[in-house]
């Protein structure tokens, strides 16, 4: 078959806040081809999204992501690879490529999947799909009291595993963060599994870091995650060599193979946490769970918006079953909630799993996304190159 | 002062061609502030830049760029440097960001610089700009043949230094490079230098730069450019570890800091290549000039277009006597050239001089560029997010 259709629905609610809360606006892209259709989104900002795929050619290789995917064949799983390598040698000029392709080649994966009748997972070659132990992610509180609360809260609706991110972590004192961890820990209980996320807060310096390490050990945190920018690996690595009881977590900003791999290599992370909505798609992130594999490190998905998402970034590493923990966002704005009646919830011994249906399992409730869309238009010298399609 | 307006101007050739010929569109920047025009470039993707200045905002830390542009103080360099750094902190998730901030960056530096009536690079802290040998910057040419006559014509208008790349470099065979090389020594002559520039041709495989190292000696490449993408840092080590005597060069591709310093301190290229209107602006270019200096390599700027992103790039090393030559596109396309009536020319001796006058010393022809605008309209949820400016 080939890609006869791809379409994108910036979706936001009406309003948008400041807290680092990702499901706050969403851009969905849909693929059609062969008579079937896929879903795919792009955890990025929509517009500059849509831009990359409709632009303009600047030249040679600055051409727009839409250049190496409209009408390009699509049998089979090379066919997605293929795609993929050729967006990014067309667009190595173009910055936004690696976030527009992203949707695009999760939707790839889903119609793809779809037209054969198989799991993602299944497709990318592995035979079964391990239950993983969902942990909640929430945003840290702004006081350690609500901090325990929510702990608790968490706990009680059956989670064994917990992160607390951005918000007021490292924005104080030493011995603010301290009282937030031992807030969290308290919640969570002595069994739970606790992560915190610092999210980039100390760019690329790593004193604070190392200031914190000795004195979180008492919460014994599972990993304290992007305490640093994706780019600052001299920092990881500081903090990975003077502590190496502390495991470090990144990997979400990563835009593309090569910054995971150095996360991996070259700052020493344990856990590496990749977005299909960012990386490049499922291609980008299978070939990441690889280099986990022979790295003898640990593969995470990072979600924090809608169960489409979600089971985009389960499939790359549904089939390994040494990689149990998975995260699980459970404070989503409505918008990403209501994205699509199917949902993936937690079994009940409280594992999730990658859904056990024909490509990612996730079909966007459209209708229910009327109220939620942000018609685009967009013109370049008198003509219109990108105009969002009405939802029938 | 403060900045008041910033527009931008997208213009573009009217037949773009597939040669890798950054030339054949422009995204030209004007800030307004305190009574003054400044002026900058973005060497990157028109469209997608202009997405990433008038986006609505998705979250916390992902903002538009002009979230944090617009109204800013703007009094001396530091404010510069805090408008650049708040970009990216809250533009973390918005890929594009690097590549629009260049632009404004470059145009704050300017208006700032006529404000205070001198030169960007004294501004920088440079008291003096020292002369540079200009390499004349073209495209290699489809047959060796063609080479070196482009070459020997290079001489014959006085230009001791000619860098070929991109176009069949690399797409045939071994001995195809040897004969284009050796038609670039020969028509340049024994005495002059010569550069290749391998467009990334080999992604992230070492192997084909390391088979052709040997059989290029004889023809004293200063430099091989780019052989690899920018993040395929073990590529490049592989390839310096395995050949010194061949000096690599890379940088164009970098669009922070942290990647220019991974190519020299882990990629080990010995001439770092920065375009002002990719790596952040001069800002940016400014501090990875100074990594050249601490790491004892040697700084190039990267331009492959007009005379006001040149005069962009050379301000940051203008004033570091040891780091002596330049790039210099002489075959620009029309719009690249058309695009000032201010010129940066060799002299006498065949030098080129960072211009001794206010700001960056370019002043647009705006008139003269109405041939080659597009006006651009974008709208989102109902709303004009951005609308290209009347030329007055």
Redo the contacts between chains.
């Keep these: 078959m080939r890609v006869e259709a791809v379409d994108f629905f ?1 979706l ?1 609610m009406p309003e ?7 499901s ?2 969403a851009l969905l892209v849909r693929v059609r081809a062969g008579g079937f259709e896929g879903w795919g989104e792009c955890e ?5 999204c ?3 795929w ?9 051409k ?1 992501v839409k250049f190496s995917v409209e009408g390009a064949t699509l049998n089979d799983p090379d066919d997605i690879r293929r795609i993929n390598a050729e967006v990014r ?1 067309l667009g ?5 490529t ?2 527009t392709l992203s949707g695009v080649d999760v939707a790839l994966w889903d119609v793809l999947a779809r037209s054969k009748g198989v799991p993602v997972y299944e497709l990318l070659g592995d035979g079964k799909s391990y239950p993983k132990t969902p942990y909640a992610s929430v945003l840290l509180q702004d006081t350690p009291q609500a901090t325990y609360e929510k702990a608790k809260e968490i706990r009680r609706k059956g989670f064994r595993a917990a992160k607390f991110g ?1 918000g007021p972590w490292g924005a104080k004192t030493l011995q603010d963060d301290i009282e937030q961890a031992k807030a969290a820990r308290e919640g969570l209980g002595e069994d739970g599994i606790l992560l915190i996320d610092a ?2 807060i100390w ?2 310096d790593p004193a604070p870091a190392l200031e914190r390490a000795e004195a979180l050990r008492p919460y014994r945190l599972t990993w304290l995650e992007e305490p640093f ?1 994706s ?3 001299d920092a990881y690595r500081t903090v990975a060599e003077a502590h190496p009881e502390l495991s470090l977590a990144g990997g979400e ?1 990563a ?2 193979y ?2 995971a791999h ?1 996360l991996v290599a ?1 700052g020493g992370v344990k856990y590496l946490q990749i977005d299909a909505g960012r990386i490049g798609g499922i291609t980008t992130a299978y070939e990441c769970r690889l280099l986990a594999e022979r790295a003898g490190i640990t593969y995470v998905n990072h979600t924090f918006t809608s169960a489409l998402a979600l089971s985009a970034s389960l499939q790359a590493f549904a089939g390994v079953e040494r990689f149990q923990i998975a995260e699980y966002p459970t404070d989503l704005k409505p918008l990403a909630q209501e994205l699509s009646k199917d949902k993936i919830l937690p079994d009940a011994e409280g594992y999730i799993h990658a859904p056990n249906a024909p490509g990612l399992g996730i079909t966007p409730d459209l209708q229910a996304m009327k109220k939620y869309l ?9 003509k219109v ?1 990108y105009e969002t399609p009405e939802i029938e």
Tied chains: 1, 2.
């Design positions: 910036y936001a948008i806040t400041d807290e680092v809360d990702g706050q606006d990025a900002a929509p517009l500059p849509i831009a990359a409709c632009c303009p050619v600047s030249h040679g290789v600055c727009p040698r190595l000029d173009l910055l936004q690696d976030h951005w999210g980039t760019r690329d920018r780019e600052a690996l900003g835009n593309n090569y910054m150095d070259r942000l018609p685009v238009r967009i013109e370049v010298g008198g190159l």
